[in-house]
């Protein structure tokens, strides 16, 4: 069936600094890949739409000079929040999207800023 | 304003009973409409989709109802089970975006 993993699951980090964040669709061919952040309350916020061979699309209020995203191929994909502080808080989820329009997520990496 | 709109916030309901979960939409354009079943600490699961062709569709004890003309649709969740209890959020796709709800979430009383 259609996977997506993302590593880590987890990761704590000091104010100012930056960490790395994987995602793979295992299982399927991705032809597109969205970043997204849901808050402590819920609520989802689209960071970035990258599709492979195509430039990736960010978000109002989210910028490549903060979240560079990579996108090599069509199932793998990394985002690296720069200069993290509290405001980046929260789950950073990456769903991939099959061939039928599916979208389909993986676990999520919560990032918790000192 | 919100493009996608989740009710109730909340849902209780006994084992064994149907929950109902309703949402709705602002923009016509929207053609794919999933719902997402999230635990704490996970990320959210695709568990049922539809099409705006459609205006039902079922998989197992979960059942989308799709009314086009008023831009609603409902998920049902039949015979519920404790397992169940969960955060439910409805989306709306246009071409690669997910407009999100703001979800609800049940609890399935044994």
């Known amino acids: 069936g259609a996977l997506v993993y993302q590593y880590p699951r987890r990761t704590i980090c000091k104010s100012g600094t930056s960490m790395r964040m994987e995602c793979q669709a295992v299982?399927?061919?991705?032809?597109?890949v969205a970043w997204y952040r849901q808050s402590p309350q819920k609520t989802f916020e689209l960071i970035a739409l990258?599709?492979?061979?195509?430039?990736?699309?960010?978000e109002q209020n989210f910028t490549q000079e903060k979240f560079p995203i990579s996108h090599p191929n069509l199932s793998f994909s990394s985002m690296t929040v720069l200069n993290a502080y509290l405001e980046d808080r929260g789950l950073y989820l990456c769903?991939?999207?099959?061939?039928?329009?599916?979208?389909?997520f993986g676990p999520g990496t919560r990032l918790t800023v000192l | 304003q919100q493009q996608v709109r989740q009710s109730p916030q909340s849902l209780t309901v006994w084992e064994g009973e149907t929950a109902i979960l309703n949402c709705s939409y602002e923009?016509?354009?929207?053609?794919?409409f999933p719902w997402y079943q999230q635990f704490p600490g996970e990320g959210p699961a695709l568990l049922i989709s539809?099409?705006?062709v459609s205006d039902k569709k079922e998989d197992g004890r979960f059942t989308i109802f799709f009314n086009k003309r008023e831009k609603k649709l409902s998920l049902h969740i039949t015979d519920s089970q404790p397992g169940d209890s969960a955060t439910y959020f409805c989306?709306?796709?246009?071409?690669?975006?997910?407009?999100w709800g703001s979800g609800t979430k049940l609890i399935i009383k044994p």
């Open positions: 989306a709306a796709s246009r071409n690669y975006q997910l407009i």
């Open positions: 923009d016509s354009t929207f053609n794919y």
């Open positions: 539809i099409s705006s």
């Open positions: 299982g399927f061919q991705a032809t597109s």
């Open positions: 990258s599709t492979v061979n195509s430039a990736i699309k960010y």
């Open positions: 769903g991939a999207r099959g061939g039928q329009g599916e979208q389909y």
